[in-house]
């Protein structure tokens, strides 16, 4: 029997991590032994979580947080290649994506403790400058030039995805769909040739339904939207996504903004950044970037519509394929 007239056996692993949950599915000859994949895949993303978490008081990146002004910190390389990334970013979007608002995060009740009223006052009063501007990186070391309060819960999932791709790699497995929390990397093609498929989410805080289908070869997806998580305040859901010139959630924004890009921590950031920006700035920024994204906007009669830039989502349309009637 030839290796090509192998049935493949289809493999879906998970996990927990981040107070959610990891994925990673995939094909593979009859007999593979997935015990030491599953292994390697929590592995890799309890790595991410120890270094990166602001649940953790203990994690890589709250021990940077707590280090006085001026002090020179040993960081972990992983944890360094986000901030790095996490800086970059800032400085594209104009500080729309910021890792410097833990401190409003954790204000508004998105961290670990409750929402609390003086902290809120403290975060929206507190004079900014982005973290891209504040925070300095050289060989293994990272300070604070000023005040900083970092948070990766904008990119830290994405790159999380990320580890979980290259974890997979490292084992032989190039074929594949991983992801966590619905963030999404798509690795080669289905054993059919065809490329994996996934949903775009309807920005739906009732129920989970496809807006619309990708398809994905080599490429990851990431979704920041105001749907899912929220805080209520006189009446008004707030979503957690932070607008870094208030030090509050967003008051005005798209109900969702989905990137698609080379990884997965970029198109983690990258929509936090454009969903910040809001539909016309945003806009024009992903064209001067040569980014695809997709805007869901609301009305007033909270009817959806669609916006899209770059080539997979305006320019080449039959990539993104309706999800109503599948």
């Not at 910021?98 to 401190?103: C, V």
């Not at 979980?164 to 690795?187: K, S």
């Not at 054993?191 to 990708?214: C, F, K, M, N, Y």
Request: proline share 5%.
């Amino acid at each position: 029997m030839s290796k090509m007239s192998i049935e493949m056996v289809r493999h879906a692993l998970n996990g927990l991590t981040m107070g959610t949950r990891w994925s990673a599915l995939f094909f593979a000859e009859p007999g593979f032994d997935t015990n030491a994949v599953h292994g390697a895949l929590q592995e890799a993303v309890d790595e991410v979580d120890a270094q990166m978490s602001t649940w953790k008081p203990d994690s890589d990146l709250m021990r940077l947080n707590a280090a006085p002004v001026g002090e020179w910190v040993a960081t972990p390389d992983r944890l360094r290649a986000v901030l790095r990334l996490g800086l970059e970013i800032g400085r594209a979007s104009d500080g729309a994506f910021d890792i410097g608002m833990g401190d409003a995060v954790t204000a508004w009740g998105f961290g670990p403790e409750a929402a609390a009223p003086d902290g809120i006052r403290a975060a929206m009063a507190a004079l900014r400058r982005p973290a891209h501007e504040v925070l300095e990186t050289c060989g293994d070391q990272v300070r604070k030039s000023a005040p900083l309060a970092l948070d990766l819960n904008g990119i830290a999932k994405g790159y999380g995805v990320d580890r979980l791709a290259e974890t997979l790699r490292d084992h032989g497995i190039t074929n594949a769909l991983v992801g966590i929390d619905g963030e999404m990397r798509a690795m080669g093609l289905r054993p059919d040739g065809q490329a994996w498929t996934i949903a775009v989410e309807a920005p739906d805080p009732e129920r989970r339904t496809p807006h619309s289908i990708l398809s994905l070869q080599d490429a990851a997806v990431a979704t920041s939207g105001d749907y899912r998580h929220w805080v209520e305040v006189q009446g008004r859901r707030l979503s957690h996504t932070m607008d870094p010139t208030r030090g509050a959630p967003l008051i005005a924004s798209p109900a969702s903004v989905t990137v698609v890009a080379r990884t997965c921590a970029e198109a983690d950031a990258w929509a936090t950044a454009l969903m910040v920006l809001g539909a016309d700035v945003g806009t024009a920024l992903a064209r001067r970037r040569g980014l695809d994204a997709l805007f869901l906007l609301r009305d007033d009669e909270r009817n959806t519509r669609s916006v899209g830039v770059g080539g997979l989502f305006f320019d080449t349309p039959a990539s993104l394929a309706s999800a109503e009637g599948r």
